[in-house]
């Protein structure tokens, strides 16, 4: 906790200086404040962010002033009319309509997000719409996450707690509600970066045996943190008693965890998801755990979102299924509003961003 706010700490400070308003708005003011650059916020997004926007005088906004229910599709391609900036979440679809409706004048995107499937990137770069995004700030908090969900899926908590509320904790019994311990076991990861690894440093005071992980390529540098050894895609699968999966979605791993996957893992195996729903071919995840071929899995991101309560992955006791939390804390969304604020006041002032996207 320290560290997140020592980092928004950080965030506030690298906001541009505000416009000196004392003594109120007189109509020289009002003007120059008229020729502002326009943004629209899709969100009503954590205050820290808003906080920077409005104290730095750069810009005149307007939001979408909910957090409960996204901005409804067609007032949003009414809003984005002939904008500078947009400030959006991962729930919003920027794609080639949404542009068309903006117009020329749109230079700058900022996501509050880390992940980026929901943007064209192809016509971002196609019209020179730089982006920013907000990775790295929500390490600590979705690596936390994805720790408590491995433990209350293998330790079968979310079961138990079910017993003990509706009658079901009888006498004790020797094997009732046995789960998978961490204590000499192999964690697999796929997909290695900062996540992967605040994951690994977490997991490894538990004695876990070893880690391993695959990539695209190995990525040496990252796995000497945690001492991970580089393996193929087959022998993650084969080896692993934890896999956690962390790489973003992409063409190339849109349901790259499917029944190929599960086919090779042991029965024993823990599956657990936070990066993308799309990275999972959930058919395929409901055959392994409701036969059985392996023993649980843990999901944070689905695809739809929300995941119909019909589906049938919620009618599975060995499946524990969370409404994308892993970034909910407190410090960290704030450090992400605080990021996507300053990232798009730098874009729209052609100053480099702290974290922008190479398109």
Known sequence: MWCSRMALRRLQQVAVTPLNMAGGLTSKVQREMSTLP????????????????????????ELWDSDDVPVPRKELLQKVKGVDGLVCVLTEKIDTELLDAAGPNLKVLSTMSVGFDHLSLEELKKRGIRVGYTPDVLTDSVAELTVALLLTTSRRLIEATHEAKTGGWGTWRTLWLCGHELAGSTVGILGLGRIGVAIAERLAPFKVKKFIYADVAPRPELASVINAEYVSFDELAKQSDFLSVCCALTPETKEICNKDLFSKMKNTSIFINTSRGGVVNQEDLYEALST????????????????????????????????????????????????????????????????????
């Open 292 to 359: 059985g071929q392996i023993a649980g899995a843990g999901l944070d991101v689905t695809v739809p979102e929300p995941l119909p309560t019909s589906h049938p992955l919620f009618t599975l006791k060995n499946c524990v299924i969370l409404p994308h939390i892993a970034s909910a804390s407190y410090a960290t969304r704030n450090n992400m509003s605080a990021l996507a604020a300053n990232n798009l006041l730098l874009g729209l002032r052609g100053e480099p961003m702290i974290k922008e996207l190479k398109l």
């Open 38 to 61: 326009r943004v629209y916020i899709t969100r009503q997004i954590p205050p820290e962010g808003l906080k920077i926007l409005r104290e730095s005088g750069q810009v005149q906004f």
